[in-house]
């Protein structure tokens, strides 16, 4: 079951969430909405589900219309950030809740919903919990019930809102694959929102980036991590140096070392900022070739096997602080003590004319 | 188990002292007053005094009323909370604060405007009348002002519960393919239930107690429209003290007993509040 | 965390998905407020129509009798004595309920709950079994020639006991969720007893504490039943408002009884706006506090 929206736009008073964001989900992806507070992301995973309403905009279902159909109508399977399991029912009643309240003559015969009930409970590996209640439950158990109550209405759709948010660090760790290899089995079309980098690159299969009710970027977790399409989502994924610069006609001048920049032949007397990861900083303990910018270094963290630098640039009084990342190997190579003179030269980069503000 | 935790703040011994003796002075002892006094009696004294006609006919009509009275609070009641926590419409905060009145307002003075306004022929005991049903100075006028001052308690109990309500577990309900009176009887009225029950054992309570609003509405007809306590001042004022005393030991035996349904009521309430 | 910080984004309309159809929302609505027209507003305005029905003289003429203006007096005299009597005790019994830890605890604020489940006529008998002729320092008090009973002493007795739990209850759970934190920083920084309770304690339940002399102070004007046991209802003497209104209801004089009952539900209707508008400054305390 394929998912699309079509310049969806909502408003809650003065805050828009939503601002003409359009999406395709692919039939059985697993598709993860990411962005900070207020991007919109839960906003749009609630359009999809029916339990909001955009004030224009489509929202399809397998190329058919639902925009008006009722969140009952819909059969999308929703599972809360805060789980919200029916605490006066035990684990087997909630998990059946969507069985017991269809129409008379859909709803299966007893034995049947008991069949399916424990079965789904088999899938999330809790049968044995079915006569609890969900205050007896940790977290972490609360949620696979959470998403096998959704289940059992068999969905067209799975839509998950910050469904790890709420566990802690290393349950997290462990219902992200856990519901990776879930999605492997079962291949049902679904979306989750969550504000974690970490977990989106893990398990979708696409990534999209969102900011201030707009979509950023599209793409597999490879490409909008090595190939942010702005300057938002290179921030946003993971730690970025940023050097700041002049852009002229397909040149750059960054921090005193010119580079090329073909992408912006048309650019004339522009500033501009050049992104750069902490480890696609070169450093070395003499100027190498084409020149480089000279730092000093103010910190090192050796824990693990990435050593991480912080270094001070020369050109700015000590206040222009620049990460780096560096194996251990090449550490031990250039034995860095604090207070060293380095030269760096980004190895690799993006370059972005300046906002104007 | 030492009786008191150490603590490094000042003040416990004053503080509880005070408590208990102004306790003892004001409440416990006059209350024990009345035990001690049912006591003299032999048990068949006691028992005959309490199970005349007369006096049995007066709980019949306490207990029945103040139970038909806390059922339509818990109905009503239940109805003004829901519709005060989820709806919006013009006013709403000076009916928010007026549901309080029956708690401020003196019973003296409810007991007469409503004796006013259902009496034959008062604003509403007009309407009535002509139906041959007589509300003011029967068993119905009764249930009328029990009523009015057991209204708050419901509301009150309940109205905190639906707005602590999260809307997700009835949005999940949704996204499962329940229609909204699935979702009110499987997951609303589950949820607010303990305090509904809370509410009708306040309201119940104040109602089996309650004087000051019933007399004036009630006529006082013995065996037909004489509630108990009003029984107790009449024996009173006849100087029947063994007998008064003899029904407010009954009387507080039954508040006892309230007071510890209606605990364990909150305390079931607090235990369902747990949040998941 | 996801966009549930935002100010909230489902607002009382809310989505479709969680609210009735509109005919059935003003059903409800209507029938709710039916309900309450019937059993609260009319009452409410009958008492101010009944009142000046016959006119402002006649309603002036009842209020400002002298009977009356006794009444009033008796009913300010008790509730003057009994609401600082009970805010005294109300703070004591919150200070050791909710800064100590102690076995019984529960048990004690059962008792403190005590005296408002109990009949309001059959806290009047208890002070007659005491202190009337019969009781148990009747004699006594005859030969020494106190009268307490059918006397100002009782009817101040009866308000204390029906208002003894107002304030010690409204403060309890307050005083309790703000724990003792801050009590002890004062002690740590050398405040003794009696600065840490003026200078911290009590200027965080100050709300709180205003709410409970409110109610406490309606219950102790309006109380009637345990009032009328005690006070022999001898007019100008032992009358209060509300017996008043009793007295004069009987008598047939209905313009008069309703007059004097406009003012005790003027009182009411102070009440509850001082309490609405004190709930609302409390809760807004409470938002400064975890912010």
């Known amino acids: 079951m394929s998912i699309e929206v079509r310049n969806l736009s909502k408003q809650f008073g003065k805050f828009s969430a939503l601002r003409d964001v359009s999406l395709e989900v692919k039939s059985g992806e697993l598709l993860a909405l990411l962005g900070p507070s207020g991007s919109g992301k839960t906003t749009l995973l609630r359009v999809i589900a029916g339990l909001e309403s955009a004030d224009t905009g489509q929202v399809l279902f397998q190329g058919e219309d639902a925009t008006d159909q009722h969140v009952r109508e819909r059969q999308v399977g929703f599972v809360f950030q805060h789980y919200a399991l029916?605490?006066?029912?035990?684990?087997?009643?909630?998990?059946?809740?969507?069985?017991?309240?269809?129409?008379?003559?859909?709803?299966?015969?007893?034995?049947?919903i008991c069949r399916r009930v424990h079965e789904l409970l088999k899938l999330v590996q809790l049968d044995w919990l079915s006569d609890r209640y969900p205050h007896q439950l940790s977290g972490g158990q609360r949620q696979r019930i959470a998403l096998a109550r959704a289940l059992a209405v068999e969905p067209r759709v799975l839509l998950l809102d910050e469904?790890?948010?709420?566990?802690?660090?290393?349950?997290?760790k462990e219902l992200r694959s856990w519901l990776r290899r879930l999605h492997d089995e079962m291949h049902i079309t679904s979306v989750f929102v969550t504000h974690d980098q970490e977990e989106a690159l893990e398990v979708a299969d696409r990534v999209v980036v969102m900011n201030e009710g707009r979509i950023e970027q599209i793409g597999t977790p490879d490409e909008v991590y090595e190939h942010p399409a702005s300057p938002f989502v290179y921030e946003f994924l993971g730690k970025v140096n940023l050097f700041h610069g002049r852009l002229h006609r397909g040149r750059a001048w960054i921090g005193g070392i010119e580079v090329e920049a073909p992408e912006h032949t048309e650019a004339e007397e522009l500033s501009a900022v050049a992104y750069v990861r902490p480890h696609d900083i070169h450093v070395d303990r003499v100027v190498n070739g084409d020149g480089a910018i000279g730092a000093r270094v103010s910190h090192i963290l050796s824990v693990g096997p990435v050593v991480r630098l912080e270094l001070t640039r020369d050109d700015s009084d000590g206040k222009e602080l620049i990460q780096v990342e560096i194996s251990k190997e090449r550490f031990r190579e250039l034995q860095l003590v604090r207070g060293d003179q380095v030269f760096i030269r980004p190895a690799r980069f993006d370059l972005f004319p300046a906002q104007i503000h | 188990m030492k009786f008191k935790q150490h603590s490094v703040l000042p003040g416990f011994n004053l503080a509880l002292g005070f408590t208990l003796l102004y306790l003892s002075l004001i409440v416990l002892i006059p209350l024990s007053a009345a035990f001690v006094r049912t006591a003299a009696l032999t048990w068949p004294e006691f028992w005959s005094m309490v199970t005349t006609p007369r006096v049995l006919a007066s709980y019949r009509l306490t207990f029945g009323a103040s139970f038909a009275a806390a059922l339509v609070n818990a109905i009503f009641g239940l109805l003004v909370a829901w519709v005060l926590v989820r709806y919006r419409f013009p006013g709403k905060k000076l009916v928010d604060a007026l549901v309080d009145l029956p708690f401020a307002l003196p019973t003296a003075v409810a007991g007469i405007a409503?004796?006013?306004?259902?009496?034959?022929?008062?604003?509403?005991?007009?309407?009535?009348?002509?139906?041959?049903?007589?509300?003011?100075?029967?068993?119905?006028?009764?249930?009328?002002?029990?009523?009015?001052?057991?209204?708050?308690?419901?509301?009150?109990?309940?109205?905190?519960?639906?707005?602590?309500?999260?809307?997700?577990?009835?949005?999940?309900?949704?996204?499962?393919?329940?229609?909204?009176?699935?979702?009110?009887?499987?997951?609303?009225f589950p949820t607010v239930l303990p305090a509904l029950m809370t509410g009708f054992a306040l309201a119940f309570a104040r109602a089996i107690g309650e004087y000051g609003s019933v007399i004036f509405i009630a006529g006082n007809m013995p065996m037909v429209s004489e509630i108990t306590p009003l029984l107790i001042i009449t024996k009173l004022e006849q100087y029947d003290y063994a007998g008064a005393t003899a029904l407010a030991v009954v009387m507080l035996v039954i508040s006892f007993v309230m007071l510890l349904i209606i605990n364990f009521l909150q305390w079931w309430s607090r235990r369902r509040g747990v949040v998941i | 965390m996801s966009t549930?910080?935002?100010?909230?984004?489902?607002?009382?309309?809310?989505?479709?998905?969680?609210?009735?159809?509109?005919?059935?929302?003003?059903?409800?609505?209507?029938?709710?407020?039916?309900f309450l027209t019937l059993f609260l507003f009319i009452p409410l305005i009958s008492v101010f129509y009944e009142a000046l029905k016959k006119g402002w003289d006649v309603y002036i003429a009842a209020i400002t009798d002298p009977d009356a203006i006794s009444a009033i007096q008796l009913t300010l005299t008790a509730a003057a004595i009994a609401v600082p009597l009970n805010v005294i005790f109300g703070l004591a019994a919150a200070w050791a309920i909710a800064k100590f830890e102690f076995r019984g605890k529960s048990v004690l604020i059962t008792l403190i709950d005590l005296p408002f489940s109990v009949s309001p006529v059959v806290s009047g008998l208890i002070y007659v079994l005491i202190f009337g002729l019969q009781g148990w320092l009747g004699p006594w008090l005859a030969e020494h020639d106190v009268k307490i009973i059918f006397a100002v002493p009782g009817i101040v007795l009866a308000t204390i006991f029906v208002t003894v739990p107002f304030i010690a209850r409204e403060l309890i759970p307050l005083m309790q969720a703000q724990g003792t934190e801050e009590e002890e920083a004062a002690v740590v920084l050398g405040a003794n007893g009696w600065q840490t309770f003026l200078h911290v304690t009590l200027p965080n339940v100050k709300w709180g504490l205003l709410y409970g002399v409110i109610l406490c102070n309606a219950r102790a004007m309006g109380e009637f039943g345990a009032v009328s046991v005690v006070s022999g209802h001898i007019r100008g003497s032992t009358n209060t408002l509300p017996l008043h209104v009793e007295i004069l209801y009987n008598e047939y004089n209905f313009a008069a009884a309703f007059a004097v009952a406009s003012l005790l539900a003027l009182l009411a209707l102070v009440t509850l706006a001082l309490k609405t508008f004190v709930e609302s400054r409390g809760r807004h305390q409470e938002n400064m506090n975890e912010h």
Request: charged residues 20%; aromatic residues 12%.
């Open chain 1, 86 to 112: 029916f605490r006066n029912m035990t684990i087997f009643e909630n998990v059946a809740f969507g069985l017991r309240v269809r129409p008379r003559k859909f709803r299966p015969a007893e034995p049947e």
């Open chain 3, 4 to 34: 549930t910080l935002l100010p909230a984004p489902v607002s009382l309309d809310q989505a479709r998905a969680t609210t009735e159809s509109i005919w059935i929302r003003r059903s409800l609505i209507g029938l709710a407020l039916a």
């Open chain 1, 163 to 172: 469904p790890f948010g709420a566990l802690d660090a290393k349950v997290r």
């Open chain 2, 114 to 188: 409503l004796t006013a306004l259902y009496a034959g022929n008062g604003w509403i005991g007009q309407f009535f009348e002509p139906l041959g049903i007589k509300i003011a100075f029967t068993p119905l006028g009764v249930f009328v002002a029990l009523t009015f001052i057991g209204l708050p308690f419901v509301v009150r109990t309940v109205q905190p519960v639906l707005e602590d309500m999260e809307t997700e577990l009835e949005e999940a309900a949704a996204t499962l393919g329940a229609n909204r009176f699935q979702t009110f009887s499987r997951i609303i």
